[in-house]
């Protein structure tokens, strides 16, 4: 199905920027300096993916279906405590940037939760989305639609996201060599 595979791969994007954040947050942890625009970028980017389009696509996704209303508001707390998480991890990542003390100590414990966090939401989603695949079916041709239009504001934005995050990648690699 077209709509499922969109969002996995979607799921695909964030789990390579989760797996970037988990490298410099292993490097901080040893004590090593990753540079805080490094950081903020791949936060950015992971709120570029996580939190627009694709949390409209899932609700499109969940309206097409009996979601329980436990369900669905788990997602959704869920998806507001990512929002609060992304805007302390930048907070902590400018105080790191500044010298602060401790910082580094602060950015290491909570982007680990953070990654784990979420790792595991799109792990659930995905075994969601399996369960759900009969359903989803015959909406398939209308969610596809739908998520065209949810992408058309935005396209250039996250075609330019994807380039950054190349070079994104090419950077880290240079930094863990």
Known sequence: MKSIEYLQSEHDILYVLLDLLEQSTLKMENGRDVPPWMLRENMELIRLYANGTHQDREEAVFSRVNLSPTERDGITNDHRKYKKMIRFLLRVIEA???????????????????????????????????????????ADSKLVEEFTRIDSPVKRLREKGLTRMETLKREYRKVAA
Request: charged letters at 30%; glycine letters at 6%.
């Open 96 to 138: 790191y940037d500044l010298g602060y003390q401790g910082a580094r100590g602060v950015y290491v414990h909570y982007s680990k939760s953070f990654i784990e966090m979420i790792r595991e939401h799109m792990k659930n989603e995905e075994a969601l989305w399996a369960r759900m695949a009969s359903k989803l079916k015959k």
